[in-house]
């Protein structure tokens, strides 16, 4: 119980716990798919997107989260749908399309920043503030989370679908296909820009890629898989965020960096590909 006090007695311990669970629920999912579309690049490069745009609201409103946050909002849908049209109107795939626009965005949002704003202002946009999660903050996370449950919910078949065989979808419904895409990656989009109020833009797409990828390991079935990600976010953020209170460390990236240990972990022993799991079953294979 002890191990636990700080979640018992203090608001902003408990407000941090629950952004984070809620980002959890609905972000890590997001990230399986990512991940099995090939486009894990693409969460990266909208985390960046959301910078320019959340600069502007910085600019416009100073520290506002709202404004912050509608402004990262519509950047990133810019982004996203300026990549779309690259890649079907040139020879360049959307993966490849994102890494020539993410860091342009990244700059350019910075250099906003840079304009107004001091090295600490700078740093919460980048970096978060997890710890200072208001209870404002804390009901805008957790209505996203909801929204975005509901939203994957009402177009699930056909994005697992498109994820699987998306010739399939296009050939035979493609306005549906093109729908359904634009779709994910507003959900995508949304959900960054709800951690990048948490946990800034740098680190906001580690609790949706990382723990996705690590799931992987451990489940083939794409339910089992969301699942066991969005285990190991919450684990990651309890863990993190008690690694912050007792050493005194950077809440956000602690979290992040929990995840990326049980990702090394998830490599090493898996049961799904990971390494012992190989050498299990070659050698298994060689003595029959």
Known sequence: MTFFQPFIEFD???????SCLCLSLSATPLGVLLSL???????????????????????LFGMSTLAMGIGGLIAGLLVALLSGIIS??????EDASFSGLYMGALALGITLISIKGSGMDLLNILFGSLLAVSHSALITTATISLFSLILLRLIY???????????????????LAIIIHGVF??????????????LGTLMSVGLMMVPAVSARFWAVRLLPTMLIASLIAVLS????????????????????LCSAVIFL?????????????????????AKQ
Not at 185 to 198: A, C, E, K, T
């Open 12 to 18: 902003f311990m408990r407000h941090a716990l629950l």
């Open 37 to 59: 579309r090939r486009l894990s690049l693409a969460g990266d490069a909208l985390s960046h997107a959301v910078l320019p745009g959340a600069a502007i609201g910085y600019l």
């Open 88 to 93: 079907r109107t040139t020879l360049l795939k």
């Open 157 to 175: 078949r056909p994005l697992v679908i498109d994820t699987f065989d998306s010739d399939f979808l296009r050939v035979r419904h493609r306005p």
């Open 185 to 198: 990656l507003f959900l995508v989009v949304l959900n960054l820009v709800s951690g990048f109020q948490i």
């Open 237 to 256: 953020s309890v863990i993190g965020l008690m690694l912050s209170w007792y050493s005194a460390l950077p809440a956000g990236p602690a979290v992040v």
């Open 265 to 285: 972990i998830s490599c090493l022993t898996g049961r799904t590909n990971g390494w012992l799991a190989k050498v299990y079953f070659r050698h298994s294979g």
